[in-house]
């Protein structure tokens, strides 16, 4: 079941203003086309070079997974003029919620298991990307369902290469080295006071 929690500040770089877009929680099948429709054929006509690194996410089945586990995860994700910006699913619970942080060793956290942003977003694929943003509100989603959770703004996750700047560097997140049991991938995790630090300098 999917509905709107809240009304979010997207900045809209066409406008160098911000608007109004929609913050989510689940998913509906117009979600899914919308995905389908607007997100793969973009996708399926960048250059090789330039096609990004999930690409290949199958969102359905995400939300498959989601839907069969409901306890465990949960789906956010942004609409703005009727087409879906971004999503993200995470893990409530799990072997994966656990952090490695040395200021909290095995404290529970949020781990962000996948998240996107639509083609048009990304400077990657366009000249002129149409919001900015995305990203970190879907982040900064993870950061408050993990205060609701008790679990202090801690959140974890694997970032695929090229998002490892993002998080390293716009989010301040602990870079933890590469997890040769999980695909190699880097893991970043927030700590509790870098998710205080974080919420302090939202605008």
């Not at 160098?16 to 877009?21: L, P, R, T």
């Not at 900064?140 to 202090?152: D, G, Q, R, Y």
Request: proline share 7%; hydrophobic share 40%; glycine share 6%.
């Amino acid at each position: 079941m999917k509905q709107t929690i809240a009304t979010v500040p997207l900045f809209d770089l066409g406008r160098g203003a911000f608007c109004d877009a929609s913050l989510f929680q689940g998913i509906d099948l117009d979600t899914l086309r919308s995905i389908e429709a607007d997100w793969t054929p973009v996708f399926d006509a960048a250059a090789p070079e330039n096609r990004p690194e999930d690409a290949h996410w199958e969102w359905a089945d995400k939300a498959l997974q989601a839907l069969r586990n409901p306890l465990s995860y949960e789906l956010f994700g942004v609409e703005a003029d009727a087409r879906t910006q971004g999503m993200m699913l995470v893990l409530k619970g799990g072997p994966k919620c656990f952090s490695r942080h040395p200021e909290h060793p095995r404290a529970p956290l949020v781990y962000v298991d996948f998240l996107a942003t639509a083609p048009w977003n990304r400077p990657g694929l366009n000249a002129t990307p149409t919001y900015k943003g995305v990203g970190r509100l879907l982040f900064m989603t993870a950061v408050s369902l993990s205060i609701e959770e008790e679990f202090a703004g801690r959140v974890g996750l694997h970032s695929l290469p090229g998002a490892e700047a993002f998080y390293r560097n716009r989010l301040n997140m602990t870079d933890m080295g590469k997890d040769d049991a999980y695909q190699n991938l880097r893991y970043f995790e927030l700590s509790t006071m870098q998710a205080r630090q974080l919420i302090a300098a939202r605008p």
